[in-house]
């Protein structure tokens, strides 16, 4: 889907804030609230919308950890990376996980509810044989900076550049 300046104020407009109503969106971007709503519609229908969610900041919802790790994986057959994404996709404390290129397989974030609470978990993916032959573990000390959003003005200006 080609997206034009419009598509990209709507993208930003709704990532801040995902409870805007239709027709402050609408005014937001310069449009009438009909056509605005049917480009958010079909911002969501081509997957680029992939839902609305509420930021929490767990740290007032509980003390937590939240370590970084790195893993490497023993073989890198197909088999062996779709056993450990299975793994990872059913474990709610592994709140992202990358796969990367370089000296290491995977990335994770984990946020646990102590240091022991994340040994634990560790503990239980070696025990499962997933193929795990080592991992580095990151405690987090201070976030400095989390966005969970796009920077959607940024790479639009950035595409511009390229095609000058």
């Known amino acids: 889907m080609k997206l034009d300046a419009i598509d990209l104020r709507i993208l930003e407009a709704v990532q801040g804030d995902g409870r805007i109503t239709k027709l402050a969106l ?3 971007v310069g449009l009438s609230p009909t056509p605005c709503w049917m480009r958010l519609r079909k911002l969501e229908k081509a997957g680029i919308i992939a839902g609305y969610h509420a930021r929490l900041v767990p740290r007032k919802i509980a ?3 939240s370590v970084m790790v790195e893993i490497t994986l023993a073989n890198h057959r197909q088999g062996d ?3 450990f994404e299975r793994a990872v996709a059913a474990i709610p404390e592994i709140t992202a996980c990358w796969s990367v290129g370089g000296g290491v ?3 994770a974030k984990i946020v646990a ?3 022991d609470a994340y040994q634990r978990l560790i503990d239980g993916l070696l025990d499962r044989e997933l193929g795990i032959e080592r991992y580095f573990t990151y405690i987090v000390t201070k976030t400095v900076k ?3 959003g796009v920077p959607v003005t940024a790479l639009f200006e950035a595409d511009i550049d390229q095609r000058s």
Do not use: S, V
């Open 26 to 28: 609408a005014e937001k």
């Open 63 to 65: 003390p937590i950890a």
């Open 81 to 83: 990376f779709d056993r």
């Open 105 to 107: 397989d995977y990335i």
């Open 113 to 115: 509810l102590d240091i």
């Open 146 to 148: 989390e966005e969970t």
